[in-house]
């Protein structure tokens, strides 16, 4: 498997964990307010770390670190993740994988093979704003549901997420969403951060104040809503 990044500690990306953080390359989308611009539109030029050195980190720190989160770009892109997250495992770790869902083949293969133990699936809008938001002109949106009902259906711990900015998620956009995913388990709405790695930074975010009254609309229909990334 290709790497292009390792953050060595977290304590934010896998809930709950002390673990580390992979970074891959290439991604099928392109999320105009992504915060990783070089790893999406060109991975060839990012750095590679290989796959040894990471393994290596990971046994020496055997019983100080109990979780590995998998992330990108696109993960599931990769031909060797399969064969990766299996080492992982090997050495104790709990697995989680941050994941667009446009694979859906992808994800069934890693969680019945048994290396996944979470999956953050990233919700780019409602159903109607879908392929505006993850930049894809034709995108099969059944694709991104049969993600949601696998993870809904099979996966023992998942979450969906939304990074919201104000010019691509409306009130309505997010109602909406609540209504799709109704009955299914955490959703977390993330306060949009510009930054100089964004893909295309002309977004602002919503005040504290406003995503919470986003978040107590959503939990009628999902209530294990939380809000993260505001002070």
């Known amino acids: ?3 292009h990044g390792f953050q060595k500690l977290t304590l934010l990306d896998y809930p709950g ?3 580390c953080t992979v970074f891959t390359g290439g991604c099928n989308f392109r999320c105009p307010f992504c ?3 070089g790893l999406v539109l060109s991975p060839d030029k990012e750095p590679v770390i290989e796959e040894g050195e990471v393994l290596a980190v990971l046994k020496k720190r055997q019983g100080i670190l109990e979780g590995v989160c998998v992330t990108g770009g696109e993960p599931t892109l990769q031909s060797g993740l399969l064969d990766f997250l299996g080492k992982v495992k090997e050495l104790g770790y709990s697995v989680k994988l941050d994941t ?4 859906p083949e992808v994800l069934k293969e890693l969680c019945r093979a048994g290396v996944i133990d979470y999956i953050a699936m990233d ?3 409602c159903p109607q704003r879908y392929a505006e938001t993850a930049g894809v002109k034709n995108l099969d949106m059944g694709r991104i549901r049969e993600s949601v009902d696998f993870l809904v259906s099979e996966a023992a711990e998942y979450e969906f997420r939304t990074t919201v900015c104000r010019e691509l998620h409306r009130k309505a956009d997010l109602m ?3 209504k799709w995913l109704k009955g299914s388990s955490r959703y977390y709405l993330q306060s949009y951060r510009e930054s100089a790695n964004v893909i ?3 977004f602002t975010s919503y005040s504290k ?3 919470y009254q986003f978040r107590n609309m959503l939990r009628h229909d999902l209530p294990e809503t939380e809000v993260r990334g505001v002070e």
Do not use: F, S
Request: glycine letters at 8%.
């Open 17 to 19: 964990r002390v673990a």
């Open 100 to 103: 667009n869902g446009y694979r």
């Open 176 to 178: 909406d969403i609540g």
């Open 123 to 125: 919700i780019k809008n």
């Open 200 to 202: 295309r930074p002309v």
């Open 1 to 3: 498997m290709t790497i």
């Open 35 to 37: 915060q990783n611009a």
């Open 209 to 211: 104040e406003q995503l």
